[in-house]
């Protein structure tokens, strides 16, 4: 526990969030107090560590893992399986099980007197415009020199290693390493042997570039055979980031070197402005620029209330004008993969009476609605700090640097870097529909070109390609979906037809699904192995 908390929390709740406030760094701890009776939980402003609470017997009690309060017998949350569902993640405050609560990213718990509230002890501010006098120069040198100090902090004295996928953000972190370590990083790269999907091609050029120690390693289909159900029921809770497996492989590779830490790039792209949605948005929120004249009583009415709309060529048109009508963050909402392919068709209607189709909605506008800004990308950005960061990459790279029994740090998530970004000028974030403007600009010259002017793609996995060609691959999605069709949630005519039926139509787009109810499955059968109806 950090120091000082102890005598804050007998001093009484406000004192205690103040002095959670001043903390630093990855923390998630539980504190009791035995004479007052108070218990007072924290996590950090990312939930870069996780703690999960509960009430029981007059008492609050924590621990790091959900299921290390919940009983064998205990029941799960049906609304928190929708969540799954929805995010394919859980999101934070609810778990799976039904009287188990993770801590949100950036909250605290207090327990006194019986009673418990979870609050904030942090609201991101941005300064939407920087700060005056700020020129790019000084920006660029204060961004080189704050995260070269993160990278040289994060180091554990071992072998400096860190995951490269070859993207901007895990290339820095490379370079870094052997800048401040003074010898050269071990960086370690997945491939994918399937068209679309792999980009070894620039993890070589990183690696060239910066003279690393590099090791390489190809993902197979027989890797996702042998390895689904460990990493599924590693979790103490459905998650479906796929994205895990692959990273697990990393892990491992780089603990049989003797790395005991790894460096990750997470929250570059939530810190800096380098998720393709964010220009997307930007494109929609032009429309609310056009005059209403024109909107309202000319494009809407054609292309909504005409025959005109379902021409081929004013389709786009007229999907755009309905997304952009939607405000953020329900315009995301639109394209929901469950909700896309219609709850009615996915869920049995057992399942739906019994949760709130509308939760997630509001919860995505609670989040939306808790940044201080004005400036859409960063209200963007803090929304994808919960979602994206804390419930769903950082899991991920928890998870599978946990399983592989290796360390890891994030310097892109220093509490230097965060301020940073929050006096940064929202427009070197987006600048037009220029992703990461600045964050590039500043280290032009440092990384490769060909880095700079990548796309982004991560860790991706072509399961969905994969289950539609190698059969043992196959069988193990059959046979999981099927387990998961006699559960009560997700409709068995639906699940009969979604790995041979819909999979060969689109695997890259089913093939999410695919994978989303497998590793449901995969889970529930660690806590409920006999199949059946969970509610």
Known sequence: MPPGIAEAVARGRDAAIAAVAQLKGPFAFGHHDAASGRTLVAVDRFAMHTICHRVHGGELRFAERADDLAGPLDALDPQAVFDYLFFHCIPAPRTVFKDVQRLPAGHV???????????????????????????????????????????????????????????????????????????????????????GYDEMAFARIAARHFGTVHHEYYVTPEDLVAGIAEVAQS?????????????????????????????????????????????????????????APLRRGLLEPLL??????????????????????????????????VVYLGLADVLTPEFRARIDEGAPARLRRQVWDWA???????????????????????????????????????????????????????EYKLKGLKLRWFFKEALRGFLPDEIITKKKQGFGLPFGVWANEHAGLKALARDSLSSLGTRGIVRPEFVATLVDKKLPEHPGYYGVMVWVLMMLEQWLRRVRPHGGALF
Request: glycine fraction near 12%; charge should be neutral; include cysteine.
């Open 235 to 291: 979790y103490d809770q459905p998650f479906g980031n796929s994205s895990v497996l692959p990273a697990t492989c990393c892990a491992r590779r780089a603990r049989d070197d003797g790395v005991t830490r790894l460096l990750a790039g997470d929250g570059g792209d939530e810190l800096f402005g380098g998720n393709s949605r964010y220009a997307k948005q930007r494109v929609f929120g032009w429309y609310q620029g056009v005059p």
């Open 109 to 195: 718990a207090w327990f006194e007197g019986g009673q418990l509230s979870v609050r904030p002890y942090w609201t991101p501010t941005f300064e939407d415009r920087g700060r005056p006098g700020q020129t790019f120069e000084a920006l660029r040198d204060e961004f080189r020199a704050t995260l070269e100090a993160a990278v040289k902090r994060d180091l554990d004295g071992g072998v400096p290693a860190c995951f490269l996928s070859g993207g901007t953000d895990s290339s820095t972190v490379a370079g870094l390493i052997g800048k401040v370590a003074g010898r050269p990083a071990h960086t370690y790269s997945i491939g994918f042997a399937a068209q």
């Open 372 to 426: 201080d800004t004005r400036s859409e990308v960063n209200r963007s950005l803090a929304f994808d700090w919960r979602f994206t960061l804390a419930d769903s990459d950082l899991p991920k790279v928890r998870g599978a640097t946990a399983l592989a029994g290796v360390d890891v740090r994030y310097p892109f998530l220093a509490d230097e870097l965060l301020a940073f970004s929050l006096k940064l000028p929202a």
């Open 304 to 337: 909504e209330g005409t025959p005109l709309g379902t021409l081929p060529l004013l389709k786009k048109g007229k999907s755009y004008i309905e997304q952009a009508k939607v405000p953020m963050p329900g315009r995301d909402d639109l394209l929901n993969l």
